[in-house]
């Protein structure tokens, strides 16, 4: 059972436009929620990250929104660049000691048209 | 800045075959995962280590070990390989209690 669902699976926005990527978790422990970049052939790269209680931040382009009550969470990327084409995935962990383990989304590959 | 160092990048081996993966984690860091990417997949948690003792263990096959090291860098050691283990084998580090985690470029290992 997939524990954070994202969507959509693909993305094609034009330059200059707003993309918005969408998660939902099940496990009401999970108490941080990162989004990673990944370009093909590299690694995962930390883009954003939020914690339960605050309900959005903003860094620069990237906004994550956060909704507790309806376990979801969101990235949007404001004025879009063929730049950020590239995979993007949502992903949460339980932190506890020494343990953030975390569990992806499946991931969105997004496309911004010039 | 310093950044997560994985070796080798690339990999080729024949089935049956065995591998071993190192990760040198961001200094100062005092855990490291180890994660496992197919293509078109999202990465999947294998086993991490927090101040050289074993701290979580995800789907791990019981033909892989890993272990983590006094200086702090990790081996990942697959044993008997299988065309299945192709993949992307990620290595990312964090420091305690912060919960960002800093992946490495990745190892990527093919079985003929």
């Known amino acids: 059972q997939q524990q954070v669902k994202q969507s959509p699976q693909s993305l094609i926005v034009q330059k200059g436009g707003i993309s918005i990527i969408n998660c939902a978790y099940e496990?009401?422990?999970?108490?941080?929620f990162p989004w990673y970049q990944q370009f093909p052939g590299k690694g995962p790269a930390l883009l954003i990250a939020?914690?339960?209680?605050?309900s959005e931040k903003k860094e620069g382009r990237f906004t994550i929104s956060f909704n507790k009550s309806a376990k979801q969470f969101s990235l949007h990327i404001m004025d879009s660049q063929p730049g950020d084409s590239a995979t993007y995935f949502c992903?949460?962990?339980?932190?506890?000691?020494?343990?953030?383990?975390?569990?992806f989304g499946k991931g969105t590959l997004l496309t911004v048209n010039p | 800045a310093a950044g997560v160092i994985q070796s080798p990048r690339h990999l080729i081996k024949e089935k049956r075959e065995t591998a071993t993966l190192k990760c040198y984690p961001i200094?100062?860091?005092?855990?490291v995962y180890w994660y496992q990417q197919g293509p078109g997949q999202d990465p999947q948690f294998l086993i991490s280590?927090?101040?050289?003792?074993?701290?979580d263990k995800g789907s791990i096959p019981d033909r892989f070990s890993a272990q983590q090291f006094s200086d702090y860098h990790s081996e990942l050691n697959m044993s008997s390989l299988e065309l299945g283990d192709s993949a992307l084998y990620f290595c990312?580090?964090?420091?305690?209690?912060?919960?960002?985690?800093?992946f490495g470029e990745g190892s990527r290992l093919t079985v003929l």
């Open positions: 992903a949460a962990s339980k932190g506890g000691g020494s343990n953030y383990k975390l569990t």
């Open positions: 496990n009401t422990a999970f108490d941080y």
């Open positions: 280590f927090y101040e050289k003792m074993q701290s």
């Open positions: 990312a580090s964090s420091l305690d209690n912060t919960g960002e985690l800093f």
């Open positions: 939020i914690r339960p209680d605050v």
């Open positions: 200094p100062r860091h005092d855990t």
